[in-house]
């Protein structure tokens, strides 16, 4: 048996406490910018210049509003979907699982391409719209609501929905495989239907891993630019999306504000971590276990 | 009832694979127009399109498989040895420990890359592949560490023990006895990470600025002209390389656990 110390602990450890103060300065950098201390000969009027630039700007709450409806509703109807998913591929005869697979095509697209996919799907002219067309069930693509390039929301929320279910279902079936078949064989013999059996079986038992991919997805999709920036819709657009014109297109003196908002973003993202797994913890312990 | 089930897997998977096929409708037709549901005719602007553009994919591509493979190597590097603690180990704090290495997956990445582009600045190295290869390792680095832990916990110390017995340095059971074993697990995390990189747009466009190709920084521009044929068959591209490499990989696997007569 080797000697275990407490130095050889923190030299194996010691990459990654690196890669963390990494991390940790590229915070304090971006928190520090957002007081205006740029390293730049601009002059502020004072060091919350950019705080009290953002807090004046409707624009910008609603800009919040709106990441966080999108994130909300797009994380959610993942986390739903994928648990109804894996639980329908997990109920497959074992032989006939693995051909249920062509959700990976999503797992695989990169965020950009979803987002392209999403345009020729859901645009006016797109596939959507021929498809209702030939349907007889509208007269031009006018009649076609304009879901891209506007503020509605909702090629942004599906695009992580087609993005992220398949996430979702790698978790739930990596937990599903450790669930025991006989259990739900026994609930069915003593006459439980099979919306019973999914509530109060499958849902109890995937719990964990639905909160954990919520939160995940949530503040991934709160945050991120890749998707959102290739849908380009303007108003009120998502915060990435206003954090990249004050960043790159406003010029320097600006930068504080763009600064500012990722530091609200990373305070939010921590909070929201914080509160959310608090709430999940309580919550358990009112829950009798199985 | 088998024929009902089989049925409903084929629509799933028809269902998903929607999208792809519109893909390769409008990579093999320029003249696909509303409101009809299939082109009126097919064509070979896609591929033309690739044969006359092909030295600025095969660039973008080159340099995404570049950044992609040195960041799974970097990762790999960087969390072998904490995963090997991790998984074996308990110490005060592990689990807080755990929470905070696994952060910077979960934290939005503009938040923290913004910063770290300041200070890359200051040493010189924006604008380069080190910096890309830095940047992306530490938004992925977390799925690694998470499947390097879970192949750890999966040997054990047995083997690891056998060998320091017979008189094996810590170094040799490292590579010649548990590495070998981890090779699944380092897979299925090399996978992972090799797509976030291979993925990602905004922080290789923010880190590299420019002067870094990228197979997603020579699409962009792509995904919002006029010209779908071509985008539709880019963005195919970018569907099948991964796809391609997996396969590639798992097959070799498979090979050499064959010849070493595993399974």
């Known amino acids: 048996m080797e000697v275990k110390s407490g130095r050889s602990l923190f030299l194996n450890l010691l990459p990654l406490i690196l890669t963390l103060m990494l991390f940790a300065a590229g915070i304090f950098f971006t928190i520090l910018q957002s007081f205006c201390i740029t390293g730049l000969s601009y002059k502020y009027p004072s060091p919350f210049y950019a705080y009290q630039a953002l807090f004046g700007d409707g624009w910008f709450f609603k800009s919040w509003m709106f990441s966080m409806y999108t994130a909300f509703v797009s994380a959610a109807a993942a986390t739903a979907a994928g648990a109804v998913l894996s639980w329908w591929i997990w109920n497959l005869p074992a032989g006939i699982r693995p051909y249920a697979f062509m959700q990976r095509i999503f797992l695989v697209l990169p965020h950009i391409a979803v987002a392209y996919i999403i345009i020729i799907l859901l645009g006016r002219t797109g596939v959507i719209s021929s498809m209702l067309y030939q349907a007889g069930l509208i007269r031009d693509y006018k009649s076609f609501p304009a879901l891209v390039f506007t503020g509605s929301g909702i090629d942004v929320i599906t695009g992580y929905f087609l993005k992220e279910t398949p996430f979702v279902m790698v978790l739930v079936l990596g937990i599903l495989a450790k669930l025991d078949p006989r259990i739900i064989e026994t609930a069915e013999m003593l006459g439980a239907g099979k919306l019973t059996v999914f509530f109060r079986l499958g849902v109890p038992f995937i719990m964990p891993v639905l909160n954990t991919s919520f939160i995940i997805l949530f503040i991934y999709s709160f945050g991120a630019f890749d998707l959102p920036y290739v849908l380009g819709d303007s108003y009120p657009g998502m915060l990435a999306i206003r954090v990249y014109e004050y960043y790159f297109q406003r010029g320097l003196y600006y930068r504080p504000v763009a600064m500012a908002m990722l530091s609200l973003i990373f305070i939010f993202s921590i909070c929201f971590v914080a509160i959310y797994s608090r709430l999940v913890a309580k919550l358990d312990s009112d829950v009798r276990k199985i | ?263």
Not at chain 2, 85 to 107: N, T, V, Y
Not at chain 2, 194 to 217: D, I, K, N, Q, T
């Open chain 2, 1 to 263: 009832m088998k024929r009902r089930i089989l049925f409903s897997v084929v629509i799933y998977n028809l269902l998903f694979a929607l999208p792809a096929v519109v893909l390769l409708f409008y990579a093999f037709s320029s003249m696909w127009r509303y409101p009809d549901i299939i082109p009126r005719r097919f064509d070979m602007h896609g591929l033309s399109f690739i044969s006359g553009e092909f030295q600025g994919i095969a660039r973008g591509l080159g340099g995404s498989f570049l950044y992609s493979l040195c960041t799974v190597a970097l990762t790999f590097i960087m969390t072998v040895l904490p995963a090997s603690e991790f998984a074996r180990r308990s110490f005060p704090f592990k689990h807080l420990a755990e929470g905070l290495f696994l952060s910077p997956a979960l934290i939005p990445s503009m938040a923290f890359a913004a910063g770290i582009q300041f200070i890359f600045i200051k040493i010189g190295i924006s604008d380069s592949t080190t910096g890309v290869v830095l940047i992306l390792s530490l938004v992925s680095y977390p799925y690694m560490l998470r499947a390097l832990t879970a192949g750890f916990q999966a040997i054990g110390t047995g083997y690891r023990e056998c060998a320091l017995n017979l008189g094996s340095g810590r170094l040799t059971a490292l590579l010649r006895v548990e590495i070998p074993l981890l090779v699944p697990a380092i897979i299925s995390g090399a996978s992972v990470v090799f797509l976030v990189a291979f993925s990602e747009y905004f922080l290789v466009f923010l880190m590299g600025g420019g002067s870094v190709p990228s197979y997603s920084g020579y699409l962009f521009p792509f995904l919002n002209s006029s010209d779908r044929s071509a985008a539709s068959t880019l963005t195919l591209i970018f569907l099948i390389i991964p796809i391609l490499l997996f396969a590639l990989t798992d097959g070799l696997v498979l090979r050499s656990y064959r010849k070493k007569g595993l399974s």
